[in-house]
């Protein structure tokens, strides 16, 4: 049995509760996953939801451990963001419902960013709220997606249109579950990484350009490294700011670029992280033509996705259906888009201060003419 080499962790402060993030390793080969979530369930029912790529790497050591104590069933969704949508929740409710479950049942997410979201927004919807523990297995879900309660999913005309703010009980990263995520995945988490570093802090941003080498060679200490200073950063801006009326937003920054990507090329065409990383660059390119980036800082953004393996172009789209797609955004104030731009690397803003035709102008760049 291999023991943690590390065992690592903060806490994020909300106004609903408090809830650690651990962060660790071997936890699914050691069989600890069960151990350290335990004392995080109050009742004694327990539903894990997972999808069938998961199940088959890293349900079956959690599941009977937890069944020593707990009543445990399994909810196994399809993998992917097309099935991101009411009816994978409503499988989460008919397993619930078919066991009689009650407020007493904890719901355990052990999957990437959209078996969390989803599973949060069961919890959040079920019997008015249940509690649930995130167990994130891809990078990107350790950094940013099982960390501060967004939950939900999409609808057909926009990205996680419906959900609710939602907080888990404890957030389980065990880093050694990368050891089997498909390299595309690890680049699409490197992508939220790299814009922790963009919006809030341009030292981390040297770091990576150092690091990253390391992290996509699976270097767990360099990777839980990684993970830790992101749910820091994000669990510094849940504190102050849980519902996204402020501060919160700038997370979001290249996502509205991309969502567009991602809405458009169809779910689960474009990984999120991808479409975010493009988004990035076309935010960037926008801070430019405003006058706050130079094209040298925007040329160091492209420089850092391209080496964590990132696309920095969207696909051709046309300019009218990315403004329409724009319009669905959650941002959207009064009609008016507000984008998340960067005065400086490691400094970003939630603005409307730009030329509509610089969007434009912006948008229309990729845009093939048939
Ligand atoms: P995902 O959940 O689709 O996981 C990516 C792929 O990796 C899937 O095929 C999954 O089955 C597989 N997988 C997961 N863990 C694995 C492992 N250890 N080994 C092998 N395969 C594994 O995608 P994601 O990138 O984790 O999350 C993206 C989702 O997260 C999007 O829906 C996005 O909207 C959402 N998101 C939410 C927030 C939030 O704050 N709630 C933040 C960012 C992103
Ligand atoms: N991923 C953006 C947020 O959690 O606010």
Redesign the pocket.
């Known amino acids: 049995m291999a023991a943690p080499l590390f065992l690592d962790g903060l806490t994020v402060h909300t106004q609903s509760h408090d809830y650690p993030i651990v962060i660790t390793e071997n936890a699914a080969a050691n069989g600890s996953m069960a151990q350290q979530i335990m004392p995080h369930i109050t009742g004694r029912q327990v539903l894990i939801v997972t999808?069938?790529?998961?199940a088959p790497?890293?349900l079956k050591a959690l599941e009977e451990e937890l069944a020593c104590q707990y009543r445990v069933e399994v909810c196994t969704l399809a993998?992917?963001?097309q099935y991101?949508n009411q009816t994978s929740i409503n499988q989460i409710y008919d397993v619930l419902m078919a066991q009689h479950f009650n407020r007493d049942v904890t719901l355990i997410a052990l999957?990437?960013?959209?078996?969390?979201?989803m599973t949060?927004f069961a919890a959040a919807s079920f019997m008015r709220g249940v509690n649930f523990i995130q167990i994130?297995?891809?990078?990107?879900?350790q950094v940013?997606?099982?960390?501060?309660?967004?939950?939900?999913i999409?609808h057909a005309q926009g990205?996680?249109m419906i959900?609710a703010f939602w907080q888990p009980q404890m957030v389980l990263a065990d880093m050694s579950?990368?050891?089997?995520?498909?390299p595309r995945?690890l680049s699409?988490?490197l992508a939220?990484v790299i814009k922790y570093a963009l919006i809030m802090d341009i030292k981390f941003l040297d770091w990576l350009e150092i690091n990253l080498p390391a992290m996509m060679a699976l270097d767990l200490a360099v990777l839980g490294e990684a993970v830790k200073r992101c749910c820091q950063y994000k669990a510094d801006i849940v504190a102050q700011d849980e519902r996204e009326s402020g501060v919160r937003a700038l997370?979001n920054f290249g996502?509205t670029f991309g969502h567009v990507i991602?809405t458009h090329e169809g779910?689960?065409n474009w990984?999120?992280?991808e479409a975010?990383a493009a988004g990035m660059v076309q935010a960037a390119e926008l801070s430019e033509k405003i006058g706050w980036l130079t094209s040298e800082e925007v040329a160091r953004v492209k420089r850092v996705l391209v080496l964590a393996n990132l696309p920095i172009a969207p696909p051709s789209i046309e300019v009218q259906t990315a403004l329409s797609l724009m319009g669905h955004d959650k941002k959207v104030k009064h009609g008016q888009i507000r984008l998340i731009l960067l005065k400086s690397l490691g400094d970003a803003v939630l603005t409307t201060d730009f030329e509509p035709s610089l969007l434009t102008d912006v948008l229309g760049q990729h845009v093939v003419k048939s």
């Open positions: 999808n069938d790529t998961v790497l890293y993998d992917g963001e991101k999957g990437g960013g959209v078996v969390g979201d949060g994130p297995t891809t990078l990107l879900s940013d997606s099982s960390v501060g309660g967004k939950t939900g999409n990205k996680n959900g579950t990368l050891k089997t995520l498909p995945e699409a988490g939220e997370l996502h991602e779910y689960g990984l999120h992280g975010v």
